[in-house]
């Protein structure tokens, strides 16, 4: 144990979308490290918070007709919120749009230039003539220079996965309008980057942590690292000293976020923020996302030793999720919502705690699967653990009223010691699922050793003999909750308090399941988990599917808006005019309704996702456009054969101005 303090902090949630559970896939292990390394005897502090800057929330901001900040908020107290829920318990939540980190960011970026870390050059950038403005980063899509992949401004985020500066990318468009973007040249300032490679070089090999962590920042290190343009041409963000024509990127002042909101925490209790970001043998330790490691193993380091802080202890990295073994993809309808669908749906966030904790190693690829989530909390949560706890509380309170005299035996703490520290080895390690994956076999222990020794059967002729099992159980039970309240810390404290404990569970150390359990009284216990049944699992799979099936269709109809074509190619599209003679909503979905459309001497049956801004009523009647030779698909399992036109986000169909005959051709 070190008698410096750790500071944990997570990837800053992006504030222009809502938490879904690929962002659980890094907080969730981060806090459950961290309630366990108090419950270690460590000093720690979780800090976090949301990441308010950036052209994706400028762009957010436009399209939903408010301010960047605005939506920022709106975010931030979203995430807040859901975290709590999540029992993800950071220490200070704070917003990187805060004036605390425009001026922490504004004092660090000035010591860099005065140390000779930053210079301008002139750069060609690209800039829309239509919209008359630069397009920094996301603004802007083009092939990559390396892979010659689609790429947006600042990643080939669909190849190689290489950074891009500004100018680099080729045949840029701009996202905005669709038009092709010019070359313009445009003064930025960039940090030397380059001067750091001998000293990262050094650094990572002993940079703690996920190995994946280290050996893709070696990688790309090793392949030699160039300078880094740290400002952009944005009205969002926070100035660049001396330049109110320019903003210092967003993964300058999101990480330098770390350092203020240690700050903000140490104003509120009395602490010294120094003592975690200076000095040679700090201990900060960055959980994130697989993706973001170039981020925060190279550009962030050189920038703390630039500026003379102190650099990262360690950086654990997650691997990626999938949604039923699909890549998870929010367009393709792919993802679940950690509120809409499920801490809404009544589940309990420590079901998902554990699933996302024991599915599989930290670094490796996790699948989320409705099926499999059912199968692992029946038998594990429900089967194993819930199971072993309440028939020995149950049996307790029923046959002695509580924790009867006596002595535990040897061979309960000798299992509960090597389950300590065993699972001690692993959190140090990182290695959670096995951690987990420990306790589990303390629980699978108790089940044995409980069924073995039979004390139902001991108590009509040998009630000390019984007394003595259930004493011994009991002690494991103790045990289970104790180990286990990191990860399940709402249905640890129900156990807690069914032990006959007062206070939080989470006071005790990892060492009081050492404690020999005394004599006492028990409540009448409750089962700590139920059954997640067939119905309600089926219930969930239908929500994703159709996601998935909405998506796929919009998909379809955005690839049929956007596609260039010549006049020969309208020619070839046949559009008329309909009448809707009949309007229902298809079952299972809140967005779609077909339709029987009189087409001129044919009635087409046609499903049109417009449910959420017209009633089937509203609809009957009336004259829309068609386009009839579309090819015949099945949305939702009914057969679709054309699509009704509409145009906006509200799906306003199009009509004729004047009553006309239906099947009407549209030239």
């Not at 985020?157 to 313009?184: W, Y």
């Amino acid at each position: 144990m070190s008698d410096k303090p750790l500071l944990v902090t997570c990837g800053l949630p992006y504030t222009n979308g809502s938490c879904h559970i690929g962002h659980l896939r890094t907080y969730v292990p981060a806090d459950f490290y961290v309630r366990y390394m108090r419950r270690a005897g460590e000093e720690v502090v979780f800090v976090c918070g949301s990441d308010n800057h950036g052209t994706p929330v400028v762009i957010s901001a436009e399209q939903n007709g408010t301010t960047p900040r605005e939506l920022c908020e709106r975010y931030h107290h979203h995430f807040d919120e859901t975290f709590r829920r999540m029992h993800i318990s950071f220490d200070h939540f704070g917003m990187t749009d805060a004036e605390s980190n425009h001026r922490r960011t504004q004092s660090l970026v000035s010591r860099l230039i005065e140390r000779g870390y930053i210079y301008p050059m002139i750069v060609s950038q690209s800039y829309c003539p239509c919209c008359s403005r630069f397009l920094p980063d996301r603004y802007v899509e083009g092939i990559c220079p390396h892979c010659g992949a689609v790429a947006r401004g600042d990643e080939c985020d669909q190849g190689c996965g290489q950074h891009l500066e500004p100018g680099e990318i080729k045949d840029p468009v701009c996202k905005i309008c669709g038009t092709k973007a010019e070359s313009r040249d445009q003064e930025h300032y960039f940090f030397k980057l380059s001067e750091f490679g001998d000293f990262l070089l050094e650094y990572l090999p002993h940079l703690r942590g996920t190995s994946n962590a280290r050996n893709y920042a070696l990688g790309w290190v090793k392949e030699g690292l160039r300078d880094w343009c740290i400002t952009r041409t944005l009205d969002w963000g926070v100035r660049f000293p001396g330049h109110e024509d320019l903003v210092v990127y967003v993964w300058v002042d999101a990480p330098i976020g770390y350092i203020t909101f240690t700050e903000e925490y140490a104003a509120e209790t009395g602490d010294d923020w120094k003592r975690y970001w200076c000095g040679d043998d700090t201990r900060v330790t960055h959980f994130i996302g697989g993706d973001i490691v170039y981020h925060h193993c190279i550009f962030w380091p050189a920038l703390l030793k630039a500026a003379g802080y102190g650099v990262p202890h360690a950086v654990v990295a997650s691997g990626m999720v999938k949604i039923d073994e699909k890549t998870f993809s929010k367009s393709r309808g792919y993802v679940v919502w950690t509120n809409e669908d499920y801490l809404d749906q009544g589940l309990s966030p420590d079901y998902l705690r554990y699933y996302l904790l024991s599915y599989t190693s930290h670094t490796k690829e996790l699948n989320f699967s409705w099926k499999v989530f059912q199968e692992r909390a029946n038998n594990e949560l429900v089967g194993t653990l819930g199971n072993f706890m309440y028939r020995t509380l149950l049996f307790a309170y029923k046959e002695f009223g509580g924790v009867p005299e006596g002595s535990v035996s040897p061979e309960i703490f000798g299992e509960i010691r090597a389950c300590i520290d065993a699972v001690d080895r692993d959190m140090r390690a990182y290695e959670f699922k096995s951690a987990i994956d420990t306790m589990m076999a303390l629980a699978s222990f108790g089940n044995t050793y409980i069924q073995q020794h039979a004390p139902w059967k001991l108590v009509r002729d040998d009630p000390a003999a019984a007394a003595s099992v259930i004493r011994d159980c009991l002690q494991i039970v103790q045990a289970l909750v104790i180990l286990f309240e990191p990860v399940i810390p709402g249905i640890a404290q129900e156990a807690w308090e069914m032990l006959g404990n007062a206070g939080a569970a989470n006071v005790s150390g990892v060492s009081d399941a050492l404690t020999e359990i005394t004599a006492r009284t028990l409540p009448k216990p409750a089962p700590l988990f139920e059954k997640l049944d067939d119905d309600k699992i089926a219930e969930l799979e239908k929500r994703l599917e159709i996601r998935v099936e909405e998506a796929k269709m919009k998909e379809a109809g955005m690839k049929e808006a956007g596609m260039e074509i010549s006049i020969d190619d309208l020619s070839r599209v046949e559009l008329r005019t309909g009448r809707i003679l009949s309007a229902e909503p298809v079952q299972g979905s809140k967005k779609l309704l077909r339709f029987e459309v009189d087409i001129g001497g044919e009635v087409r049956q046609i499903v049109g996702g417009v449910a959420e801004f017209y009633t089937p009523d509203d609809l009957i009647g009336k004259d829309v456009v068609v386009v009839a030779n579309l090819r015949a698909a099945k949305i939702f399992g009914v057969e679709s054969r054309g699509m009704l036109l509409a145009a906006g986000d509200e799906a306003s169909l199009l009509v004729p101005l004047r009553p006309v005959t239906p099947g009407t051709r549209i030239r």
